[in-house]
């Protein structure tokens, strides 16, 4: 609205003198001005709703599907393994993240697996697999090399080269969901695999322990402690890593408090 239309208004209206119409235009330039703001703020916030639509589409959507930019495909994540906490509830959620999505679970399976090719007894392997026979890591570098076979390997390295050839073979056989055994590492560079870690409140676990396993003359929470202690050792061992920080992981979830069968649901979602 131009000067000389708002005069013209304002003497068709009859403005008594000339404060009010001063007082009239001031409040047309107000209006002008927060029309142009409004308008500036629509432009800049349609922008970077745009900016922020290509970043999740180039990125994935969390509660979808879980994608890669590799070299311009797109990459699903058909592989999942699990890492977790003792009682922690971590087989339980990669067992039923399996049977939502359709995948082949491999826990006792590949422990059976690893005694066929191994010879070594299933409950060695239960035992040795993913558990430090000390608590320390120089303890288990000096057990580790108290035995030695004809091929110059201790007995728990060549558990492990065994467990991770089965490993990378079931990882080539197609979709799965494989628990613990430093899968992680293992299948460190492959594309298609999400690597998860399931954590949770001392309290949480202790109870989850004595409802699976019962009581004994251990007090619970020094059980967990222990187990925990074992698998970090045994982790950096034979990855280099420190067992349970979250930059090893895709993504870290705490079944204490969001509950196992949440955990297992964001999981299938990110894949499904």
């Not at 999740?56 to 311009?72: A, I, P, T």
């Not at 004595?210 to 982790?235: I, S």
Request: charged content about 30%; some cysteine; proline content about 1%.
């Amino acid at each position: 609205m131009h000067g000389t239309d708002c005069q013209k208004i304002c003497s068709a209206e009859g403005f008594p003198d000339e404060k009010s119409r001063r007082e009239f235009f001031v409040k047309v330039i107000f209006l002008q001005f927060l029309f142009l703001h409004f308008a500036f703020l629509r432009i800049v916030c349609y922008t970077i709703s745009i900016r922020l639509s290509k970043t999740c589409q180039d990125r994935g959507n969390l509660f979808g599907r879980l994608y890669v930019k590799e070299r311009g495909e797109t990459v699903m994540k058909n592989i999942i393994t699990i890492s977790r906490e003792f009682g922690s509830g971590g087989r339980s959620i990669g067992k039923q993240v399996a049977e939502k999505l359709g995948y082949a679970f491999y826990d006792r399976e590949l422990v059976d697996e690893v005694a066929k090719r191994s010879g070594f007894a299933p409950e060695y392997i239960e035992e040795h697999g993913e558990y430090a026979n000390a608590r320390n890591s120089l303890l288990f570098y000096l057990a580790t090399a108290e035995r030695y076979s004809h091929d110059n390997l201790s007995m728990h390295d060549q558990l492990y080269i065994t467990q991770s050839k089965i490993i990378e073979e079931l990882a080539e056989k197609g979709k799965c969901v494989i628990v613990g055994r430093c899968a992680d590492y293992i299948l460190r560079d492959r594309k298609d695999c999400l690597h998860v870690f399931i954590c949770s409140d001392m309290a949480s676990r202790a109870r989850r322990i004595v409802e699976r396993y019962g009581q004994t003359q251990k007090a619970p929470e020094k059980r967990l402690a222990e187990k925990d202690q074992k698998r970090k050792v045994y982790y950096k061992n034979y990855t280099g890593r420190v067992w349970g920080q979250a930059q090893n992981y895709d993504i870290c979830l705490n079944s204490g408090a969001l509950g196992v069968d949440t955990c297992a649901d964001m999981i299938v979602q990110l894949c499904k």
